[in-house]
């Protein structure tokens, strides 16, 4: 298992490189995000959260009830999303669809105890590249949108406090603050990563 990065590592606030080699050394990585996110109990987990900026991100939406469900299509077809999960995304982009603007509650990783609403659009395009390289196009909606959307974002050190409303991040100030400092403590015990 890997160490989580917590808000206040700087690792967190660094755009990923694109990812060039589809080796050994990135399956075991990205086997290694999986079952951290498993023991985290997270349903998804991007390389900048395991102190390495790169365009790579693991989601594992299992256990969401009606996963089969949810609109989306992989490649074109409707597969069934719970024997492709946990999925894992290289060099991903992401382009909202025409689609309405939805709020809920999320949490993350690198925000123990922190939850808080954020708006994000209903439905998006992600092009991504698999473990083998191979592309593959997701359009999905709903909760499989809002995690892409989310993981996507740390692979550009984009944070989801980044893009909740000013009167929600009023309201978690106070943790935040207190969370950002424990960050940098933990960068300076551990070291950065990226260095
Ligand atoms: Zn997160």
């Not at 660094?14 to 951290?36: H, P």
């Not at 999320?106 to 708006?119: D, K, M």
């Not at 209903?122 to 909760?143: K, M, N, P, S, Y």
Request: charge should be negative; hydrophobic fraction near 40%; include cysteine.
């Amino acid at each position: 298992m890997l160490r989580v990065t917590k808000y206040g590592e700087s690792v967190l606030r660094k755009k990923g490189e694109k990812v060039t080699e589809f080796g050994a050394k990135l399956k075991k990585l990205a086997a290694d995000m999986v079952e951290t996110m498993h023991e985290e109990d997270g349903a998804g987990l991007a390389a900048q959260q395991v102190g390495q900026a790169l365009e790579l991100f693991v989601i594992d939406l299992g256990w969401h009830e009606g996963l089969n469900d949810l609109p989306y299509e992989l490649d074109g077809r409707h597969p069934p999303l719970d024997l492709l999960m946990p999925m894992t995304f290289v060099n991903a982009t992401v382009t909202p669809l025409k689609s309405d603007m939805v709020t809920a509650e999320e949490g993350c990783l690198s925000f123990p105890e922190i939850r808080a609403e954020v708006t994000r659009p209903d439905r998006i395009r992600c092009e991504f590249q698999d473990l083998d390289g191979v592309r593959h196009t997701l359009v999905a909606g709903d909760w499989l949108a809002r995690v892409v959307q989310h993981e996507y974002d740390h692979t550009q050190g984009v944070l989801f406090v980044d893009r909740m409303a000013r009167e929600t991040l009023r309201a978690i100030d106070t943790p935040l603050k207190h969370l950002r400092k424990e960050g940098r403590k933990l960068e300076k015990a551990f070291g950065n990563p990226e260095d």
